[in-house]
């Protein structure tokens, strides 16, 4: 890139700075995605109910989520570098727990943890890099490149995991986090500044407690039905949550320091790219979960063969981040958007041609038609958002399109995995509540083995399907319903 050139101290050292940033970034994105890959492993080793299995893999995106705006307040109050050195200390401790947990809810606890010290990670250290550029095309390319680093996380994070898990235990997938914690925490009084900012609001703790223990105790509900059938214990707690999040709704229109401005709601320009984020990140965590388990337990591929079979798709989504920008300069926001939508409902449907037998053209093709789309939607949701607003309102928008994809992150495994679960129950030989429990189950039958697969199949492309069918009404909403040109 010819524009990033060095031409005194302080550009060299704001670059220097965001080198700094980049390896934690990598490190979140390269979580998620190669524990998707280490869970066939992980149910082997610890063997987690279906539940536990869930909450092991989506605790940490409801963390992060519940948390992100407060501690993008907290950080605007107390400074972003000082809560970013703290969150990356936690995140630290936490991976060091799950990495030695003995049990389903020692890991849960752990990776509970490992969120909160998440939260802080990805928002502060993209206010910390937005302050390092005062040049705005700079700043632009910094962000940019922070985006495309989330993406290739993904991209490299399988390919390294199926490397290690060839050789090591589960627990590897945590461990390697330490180093690059310790390499930060080094790094970052040096080559970082602190920011802060002279606007940020109070924190109101009950707004904070009411998201949390609603978004908590709604999708565990839910998940305990679906793994278990309706109960009145379920049912009450699945009440409680709703509730919850009703009364954190209310009380965001009566207080003056919302945790969430809904009235940046009322811009339907926002609305649409706040849920293009959310739903993208819905599909894409969904479908990448299913699919590792798909190719590992249905097909019978190793790891190292499921990692490499990742990489088409997650090369095309880091490639689709670094161009974006050129291509919404070329076919326009709204055109981007709605295509973003289309694209990955196309990718995700290729996924009801996968069986029992075959598949992996099914999935190559799929994660790179996709990938566009995912690509698309990491690079432009938050621009459209946060264009979408008044200037003095930025900073609330951005936090709200980070903290959709952390959401659909997480809720993707939670809705659209609980669909598969629920699948599995109903259809599934009753052996064990997953696929993994019941192929690891001493005894089991060739039949027992087929019927397995099958209800595992059907509830994997329910699951892909019900998720394709959101992005592809979102993206008729979106064409019918934005304007001809968004603007700049």
Known sequence: MSDMTLPDSTNRNAWLGLLAVLPLVLLVAMDGSILYLAMPHLTSALTPSADQALWILDIYGFVVGSLLIAFGNIGDRYGRLRLIMTGAIVFGAGSLGASYAQSPPGLIIARALMGLGGATLLPSGLAIVSALFPDARQRAQAIGIFAATFAAGFAIGPLIGGMLLRHFEWNIVFLINIPVVLAFLIAAPILLREVRSTTGGRIDLPSLLLSFAGILLFTWSLKTAAADGFTLRQSIVGIIGILSVALFLRRQTKISDPLVDLDLFRDRIFSIAILTGLLSLVVWSAASYLSGIYLQAVLGLDV????LLTLPGAVVLTATCVG?????????????LVTTLLLISAGVFLLLLTSTQTGVAAFIASTMIAGIGFGLSFSLVAEVAVSA??????????????????????????LLGSLATLSFRLLGPGVAGTLNETLDHAGVTPEVTAQAKEAFLTGLHMAVGAGGLMTLTLGIVAWLWLPGKLPE
Do not use: K, M
Request: proline share 2%; charged share 20%; glycine share 12%.
């Open 389 to 414: 607003v008044p200037a003095e309102r930025a900073g609330a928008a951005g936090s709200l399109a980070e903290t959709s994809n952390e959401l659909g992150n997480a809720l993707g495994i939670s």
């Open 324 to 336: 974006t920008a050129r291509l919404v300069e070329w076919v326009g926001r709204r055109t981007a």
């Open 304 to 307: 190292f063969t499921t990692a």
